[in-house]
């Protein structure tokens, strides 16, 4: 289910900019800003131009997003209950 929220919720995303884009813009310091280390990656800025299809773009960024973030979920937790599996219980 989270994987197809985030494909389908993906294409209603905001082409707007975001709040700090925003403030920036009205404080006259966006030009300042630099692109980071990973821009040129495959999936900077939605997956822009992966496809060149921005809908299947964003849905791909979203889906890869939703997998990476619930496989450190589950890294984690397995960690965590590991730990706990030694633990003498009374």
Do not use: C
């Not at 403030?23 to 800003?33: K, M, P, S, Y």
């Not at 791909?60 to 979920?73: F, H, N």
């Amino acid at each position: 289910m989270t994987l197809i929220v985030a494909v389908a919720m993906s294409q209603f995303a905001s082409d707007r900019p975001d709040g700090l884009e925003y403030v920036a813009e009205q404080e006259g310091f966006a030009d300042a800003a630099r692109e980071h280390d990973l821009s040129d990656s495959a999936l900077a800025d939605y997956g822009d131009g992966l496809t060149g299809n921005s809908a299947v773009d964003t849905a791909i960024a979203g889906l890869v997003g939703v997998l990476v973030t619930l496989g450190v979920g589950w890294v984690v937790f397995r960690l965590v209950r590991r730990r706990d599996d030694g633990a003498v219980t009374h």
